[in-house]
Protein backbone atom coordinates (compact mmCIF):
# COMPACT_ATOMS: atom_id res chain seq x y z
CA UNK A 1 0.00 0.00 0.00
CA UNK A 2 1.16 3.57 -0.44
CA UNK A 3 0.02 6.77 1.01
CA UNK A 4 0.77 10.26 0.66
CA UNK A 5 0.73 13.10 3.35
CA UNK A 6 0.74 16.62 2.99
CA UNK A 7 1.44 18.34 6.78
CA UNK A 8 -0.29 21.62 6.19
CA UNK A 9 -4.10 22.03 4.74
CA UNK A 10 -3.66 26.00 4.47
CA UNK A 11 -0.18 27.77 3.78
CA UNK A 12 -0.79 31.98 4.14
CA UNK A 13 2.37 33.59 2.46
CA UNK A 14 3.27 37.39 2.00
CA UNK A 15 3.80 38.43 -1.96
CA UNK A 16 7.75 37.97 -2.77
CA UNK A 17 8.41 35.67 0.46
CA UNK A 18 9.73 31.78 -0.12
CA UNK A 19 7.74 29.26 0.21
CA UNK A 20 7.70 25.31 1.13
CA UNK A 21 4.81 22.90 0.76
CA UNK A 22 5.98 19.69 2.25
CA UNK A 23 4.96 16.25 0.95
CA UNK A 24 5.74 12.86 2.64
CA UNK A 25 5.02 9.54 1.39
CA UNK A 26 4.75 5.80 2.15
CA UNK A 27 5.62 3.12 -0.28
CA UNK A 28 7.28 -0.71 -0.25
CA UNK A 29 8.03 -0.62 -3.88
CA UNK A 30 9.38 2.31 -6.10
CA UNK A 31 7.48 5.24 -6.64
CA UNK A 32 7.41 8.04 -9.06
CA UNK A 33 6.35 11.52 -7.33
CA UNK A 34 4.28 14.61 -8.78
CA UNK A 35 3.18 17.61 -7.75
CA UNK A 36 0.08 18.79 -9.43
CA UNK A 37 -1.63 22.60 -9.13
CA UNK A 38 -5.25 23.12 -8.91
CA UNK A 39 -7.16 26.82 -9.61
CA UNK A 40 -10.21 27.34 -8.67
CA UNK A 41 -13.31 25.96 -10.66
CA UNK A 42 -10.64 24.12 -12.90
CA UNK A 43 -8.76 20.52 -12.93
CA UNK A 44 -5.31 19.95 -12.19
CA UNK A 45 -2.18 20.70 -13.96
CA UNK A 46 0.97 19.21 -13.59
CA UNK A 47 3.18 21.63 -12.17
CA UNK A 48 6.35 19.09 -12.01
CA UNK A 49 7.28 15.18 -11.95
CA UNK A 50 10.13 13.28 -10.94
CA UNK A 51 10.43 9.65 -12.16
CA UNK A 52 14.74 9.27 -12.28
CA UNK A 53 17.59 10.89 -12.48
CA UNK A 54 18.53 14.29 -11.09
CA UNK A 55 16.45 14.62 -7.42
CA UNK A 56 16.08 18.35 -8.10
CA UNK A 57 13.07 19.07 -10.23
CA UNK A 58 12.12 22.55 -11.64
CA UNK A 59 8.72 23.83 -13.46
CA UNK A 60 8.76 26.69 -16.02
CA UNK A 61 6.79 28.77 -13.17
CA UNK A 62 9.68 28.89 -10.57
CA UNK A 63 9.01 26.16 -8.74
CA UNK A 64 11.21 23.11 -7.63
CA UNK A 65 10.94 19.80 -6.03
CA UNK A 66 13.41 17.95 -4.03
CA UNK A 67 12.99 14.18 -3.89
CA UNK A 68 14.44 12.70 -0.86
CA UNK A 69 14.80 9.07 -0.95
CA UNK A 70 15.89 8.60 3.31
CA UNK A 71 13.32 11.09 4.36
CA UNK A 72 10.62 9.98 1.55
CA UNK A 73 9.90 13.87 1.03
CA UNK A 74 8.97 15.58 -1.95
CA UNK A 75 8.94 19.54 -0.92
CA UNK A 76 7.68 21.94 -2.88
CA UNK A 77 9.48 25.29 -3.03
CA UNK A 78 9.37 28.47 -4.51
CA UNK A 79 11.93 31.35 -3.55
CA UNK A 80 9.42 33.84 -4.55
CA UNK A 81 5.70 33.37 -4.84
CA UNK A 82 2.98 35.50 -6.35
CA UNK A 83 -0.73 36.41 -6.11
CA UNK A 84 -0.97 34.40 -9.46
CA UNK A 85 -0.10 31.20 -7.62
CA UNK A 86 -2.57 31.26 -5.13
CA UNK A 87 -3.97 27.82 -5.18
CA UNK A 88 -4.35 24.28 -3.94
CA UNK A 89 -1.76 22.21 -4.47
CA UNK A 90 -1.77 18.15 -4.36
CA UNK A 91 1.01 15.87 -4.25
CA UNK A 92 0.65 12.78 -5.89
CA UNK A 93 2.70 9.28 -5.96
CA UNK A 94 2.68 6.59 -8.64
CA UNK A 95 3.75 2.92 -7.96
CA UNK A 96 3.14 -0.25 -9.34
CA UNK A 97 0.48 -2.30 -7.80
CA UNK A 98 -1.47 -5.33 -8.72
CA UNK A 99 0.33 -5.32 -12.24
CA UNK A 100 -0.60 -1.85 -13.11
CA UNK A 101 0.11 1.49 -12.03
CA UNK A 102 -1.59 3.18 -9.51
CA UNK A 103 -1.62 6.88 -8.21
CA UNK A 104 -2.47 8.33 -4.73
CA UNK A 105 -2.97 11.90 -4.12
CA UNK A 106 -2.09 13.26 -0.82
CA UNK A 107 -5.28 16.04 0.54
CA UNK A 108 -3.95 19.25 -0.59
CA UNK A 109 -2.58 22.40 0.44
CA UNK A 110 -3.98 25.29 -0.25
CA UNK A 111 -1.23 28.34 -1.21
CA UNK A 112 -2.85 31.60 -0.21
CA UNK A 113 -1.07 34.58 -1.53
CA UNK A 114 -1.18 37.73 0.74
CA UNK A 115 -0.54 41.01 -0.93
CA UNK B 1 -5.70 21.87 -29.54
CA UNK B 2 -8.71 20.83 -26.99
CA UNK B 3 -7.92 19.74 -23.94
CA UNK B 4 -10.19 16.84 -22.37
CA UNK B 5 -13.56 17.60 -21.64
CA UNK B 6 -15.87 16.73 -19.67
CA UNK B 7 -19.88 16.53 -19.65
CA UNK B 8 -21.76 17.60 -17.88
CA UNK B 9 -20.55 20.51 -16.19
CA UNK B 10 -23.31 20.38 -13.06
CA UNK B 11 -25.60 17.41 -12.20
CA UNK B 12 -28.30 16.88 -9.51
CA UNK B 13 -29.50 13.80 -8.62
CA UNK B 14 -31.37 11.72 -6.06
CA UNK B 15 -30.62 9.00 -3.66
CA UNK B 16 -31.24 5.91 -5.35
CA UNK B 17 -30.65 7.42 -8.81
CA UNK B 18 -28.23 6.22 -11.76
CA UNK B 19 -25.74 8.71 -13.50
CA UNK B 20 -23.27 8.50 -16.08
CA UNK B 21 -20.96 11.14 -17.01
CA UNK B 22 -18.66 11.32 -20.13
CA UNK B 23 -15.22 12.34 -21.06
CA UNK B 24 -13.73 12.75 -24.57
CA UNK B 25 -9.63 12.83 -24.04
CA UNK B 26 -6.81 14.48 -25.85
CA UNK B 27 -6.78 13.63 -29.46
CA UNK B 28 -4.38 11.11 -29.78
CA UNK B 29 -4.71 9.88 -25.81
CA UNK B 30 -5.33 6.14 -25.70
CA UNK B 31 -6.22 6.00 -22.05
CA UNK B 32 -8.49 7.53 -19.76
CA UNK B 33 -8.40 7.32 -16.27
CA UNK B 34 -11.56 8.74 -13.81
CA UNK B 35 -10.80 10.15 -10.27
CA UNK B 36 -13.71 11.12 -7.52
CA UNK B 37 -12.62 14.26 -5.49
CA UNK B 38 -14.80 14.99 -2.56
CA UNK B 39 -14.70 18.47 -1.45
CA UNK B 40 -11.37 19.06 1.05
CA UNK B 41 -9.59 15.92 -0.32
CA UNK B 42 -7.72 15.05 -2.97
CA UNK B 43 -8.39 12.76 -5.93
CA UNK B 44 -9.18 9.47 -5.22
CA UNK B 45 -8.25 6.71 -8.48
CA UNK B 46 -11.63 4.86 -9.67
CA UNK B 47 -10.31 3.18 -12.72
CA UNK B 48 -8.29 3.62 -15.46
CA UNK B 49 -8.73 2.41 -18.95
CA UNK B 50 -6.44 1.55 -22.02
CA UNK B 51 -7.16 0.27 -25.26
CA UNK B 52 -11.01 -0.08 -24.17
CA UNK B 53 -9.69 -2.19 -21.33
CA UNK B 54 -9.62 -2.09 -17.93
CA UNK B 55 -6.37 -1.45 -16.25
CA UNK B 56 -7.01 -0.39 -13.21
CA UNK B 57 -9.60 -0.11 -10.41
CA UNK B 58 -9.44 1.49 -6.91
CA UNK B 59 -11.58 1.16 -3.86
CA UNK B 60 -14.66 1.89 -5.17
CA UNK B 61 -17.83 -0.32 -4.71
CA UNK B 62 -19.18 -2.11 -7.59
CA UNK B 63 -22.25 0.40 -7.89
CA UNK B 64 -19.22 2.35 -9.63
CA UNK B 65 -18.82 0.82 -13.47
CA UNK B 66 -16.80 2.77 -16.59
CA UNK B 67 -16.15 1.70 -20.32
CA UNK B 68 -14.35 2.67 -23.07
CA UNK B 69 -15.24 3.33 -26.56
CA UNK B 70 -13.70 2.73 -29.72
CA UNK B 71 -12.82 6.80 -29.97
CA UNK B 72 -11.04 6.27 -26.65
CA UNK B 73 -13.87 8.52 -24.88
CA UNK B 74 -15.49 7.16 -22.01
CA UNK B 75 -18.30 7.23 -19.45
CA UNK B 76 -18.42 6.35 -15.77
CA UNK B 77 -21.88 4.89 -14.29
CA UNK B 78 -22.51 5.00 -10.58
CA UNK B 79 -25.84 3.22 -10.04
CA UNK B 80 -27.89 3.80 -6.54
CA UNK B 81 -26.69 7.01 -5.82
CA UNK B 82 -25.62 8.09 -1.81
CA UNK B 83 -25.12 11.22 -0.70
CA UNK B 84 -21.27 10.75 -0.19
CA UNK B 85 -21.44 10.28 -3.84
CA UNK B 86 -21.42 13.84 -3.98
CA UNK B 87 -18.14 14.99 -5.23
CA UNK B 88 -16.47 16.47 -8.42
CA UNK B 89 -15.27 13.70 -10.95
CA UNK B 90 -12.33 14.18 -12.83
CA UNK B 91 -11.16 12.61 -15.58
CA UNK B 92 -7.78 12.38 -17.06
CA UNK B 93 -6.26 11.45 -20.15
CA UNK B 94 -2.66 10.29 -20.85
CA UNK B 95 -0.81 9.00 -24.54
CA UNK B 96 0.27 5.69 -22.64
CA UNK B 97 -1.22 3.62 -20.45
CA UNK B 98 1.78 3.50 -17.72
CA UNK B 99 0.08 6.39 -15.04
CA UNK B 100 3.64 7.53 -14.70
CA UNK B 101 3.09 9.54 -17.54
CA UNK B 102 1.48 12.90 -17.48
CA UNK B 103 -1.73 12.99 -17.07
CA UNK B 104 -4.05 16.02 -18.27
CA UNK B 105 -7.17 16.66 -16.43
CA UNK B 106 -10.21 17.65 -17.11
CA UNK B 107 -12.54 20.53 -15.56
CA UNK B 108 -14.25 17.96 -13.99
CA UNK B 109 -18.22 16.80 -13.85
CA UNK B 110 -19.57 18.53 -9.76
CA UNK B 111 -21.92 16.02 -8.74
CA UNK B 112 -24.48 16.74 -6.13
CA UNK B 113 -27.24 14.17 -4.56
CA UNK B 114 -29.59 15.22 -2.65
Known amino acids: AQSVTQLDSQVPVFEEAPVELRCNYS??????LFWYVQYPNQGLQLLLK??????LVESINGFEAEFNKSQTSFHLRKPSVHISDTAEYFC?????????????FGIGTKLQVIP | DAGVTQSPTHLIKTRGQQVTLRCSPI?????VSWYQQVLGQGPQFIFQ???????GRGNFPDRFSARQFPNYSSELNVNALLLGDSALYLC?????????????FGPGTRLTVL
Open chain 1, 92 to 104: AVSARAGGYQKVT
Open chain 1, 50 to 55: YLSGST
Open chain 2, 92 to 104: ASSLVGQLYNEQF
Open chain 2, 49 to 55: YYEKEER
Open chain 1, 27 to 32: SSVSVY
Open chain 2, 27 to 31: SGHKS
